[in-house]
């Protein structure tokens, strides 16, 4: 499966700074914020792409769809704060959602490429970005 990486802009991050001990309960929020925007767009060019253009009837049974979703905000090895849009695991006929997906996006042997992550990725980029300040935001007025 494709691995996407969003560096945050300088201001966002000196706004992080400032939270002090609220950090850790306040980032996973965030990042969650901006993780939906992205989902939404993901779901929305899968739901387009599947079962588009085929030569005989789509046999989709809308697993792939259903099995999308987004994950809590965990820390990883390097302390770095991460939250992940793919599919859940397993199917109910045993196969891989991740494998589905990756024929869909990168095409196999007489079936041709139906990109639907790398556009989510472009197009959500900003609005994604906005969604976290705006949380973030939020979460300072809070305090």
Known sequence: ??????KLPEDFLLKISRLGDKTDEILPRVLE??????LDKVRANLQAVVGRDTKEE?????????A?????????REGN?????GFAEPRSD???NAMIANVLE????????????????????TPCIEAMKR???????KL
Do not use: C, H
């Open 1 to 6: 499966m494709a691995k996407v990486e969003m």
């Open 135 to 141: 949380a973030l935001e939020q979460e300072v007025e």
């Open 68 to 76: 999308l979703g987004v994950s809590p905000a965990k820390i990883d």
């Open 106 to 125: 990168y095409g196999k042997s007489g079936q041709p490429p139906k990109p639907f992550l790398k556009p989510a990725k472009s197009a959500s980029r």
């Open 81 to 85: 704060y991460n939250v992940k849009v």
């Open 94 to 96: 045993g196969k891989s």
């Open 33 to 38: 914020a901006g993780g939906k925007v992205v």
């Open 58 to 66: 789509s046999r989709s049974t809308g697993e792939l769809v259903s």
